[in-house]
T-cell receptor, first 111, second 113 residues
């Protein structure tokens, strides 16, 4: 069965510290991978996506993610977070016409 | 530049009532979908459509109906509301089914009493 696992439901981190949000996927076919961000009381918006090519993908707001096929992972990183990065982050993959989302990781940036 | 528009933003229903959540997009996207978001469960796909006249079920389709008569509109119907359908519902669209970015509406918060 196809699935996405986000290992951490909440991640607290101090401002200007680095952060990594973990994502693993399970699929028997090739997939396309995405990270979305949801700010309070809003819809989701795309941070970055991996379709093919370079395994290191850069997105908006200084975020990047690395696709690791052998570990079936697509972890999201930022070297220095801001208070404004406080939000919920969703990993997703698409294949066979369906987007499958993880359960989300709530990032809380502390002053 | 409206993007994906959902109405209503908030709705309270009694058990057994029916209602329709509206979704419209002005980007000429072929792919449209409905998700529900529940705490700790992420987004779960209810129904999706790959073009006018074509719809299919997602992970949690029971209790919901959809239709796609035009490219722009993709309404979600609750036939007989149940408390288990209390959730936040998101409509999303994409220009390309698998590789395209999903554009989301702002959500519709539904409470079933």
């Amino acid at each position: 069965a196809q699935s996405v696992t986000q290992l951490d439901s909440q991640v607290p981190v101090f401002e200007e510290a680095p952060v990594e949000l973990r994502c693993n996927y399970s699929s028997s076919v090739s997939v396309y991978l995405f990270w979305y961000v949801q700010y309070p009381n809003q819809g989701l918006q795309l941070l970055l996506k991996y379709l093919s090519g370079s395994t290191l993908v850069k997105g908006i707001n200084g975020f990047e993610a690395e696709f690791n096929k052998s570990q079936t992972s697509f972890h999201l990183r930022k070297p220095s977070v801001h208070i404004s990065d406080t939000a919920e982050y969703f990993c997703a993959f698409s294949g066979t016409y369906k987007y499958i989302f993880g359960t989300g990781t709530r990032l809380k940036v502390l002053a | 530049n409206a993007g994906v528009t959902q109405t209503p933003k908030f709705q309270v229903l009694k058990t057994g009532q029916s209602m329709t959540l509206q979704c419209a997009q002005d980007m000429n996207h072929e792919y449209m979908s409905w998700y529900r978001q529940d705490p700790g469960m992420g987004l779960r796909l209810i129904h999706y459509s790959v073009g006018a006249g074509i719809t299919d079920q997602g992970e949690v389709p029971n209790g919901y109906n959809v239709s796609r008569s035009t490219t722009e509109d993709f309404p979600l119907r609750l036939l007989s509301a149940a408390p288990s359908q209390t959730s936040v519902y998101f409509c999303a669209s994409s220009v390309r089914r698998e590789t395209g970015e999903l554009f989301f509406g702002e959500g519709s918060r539904l409470t079933v009493l």
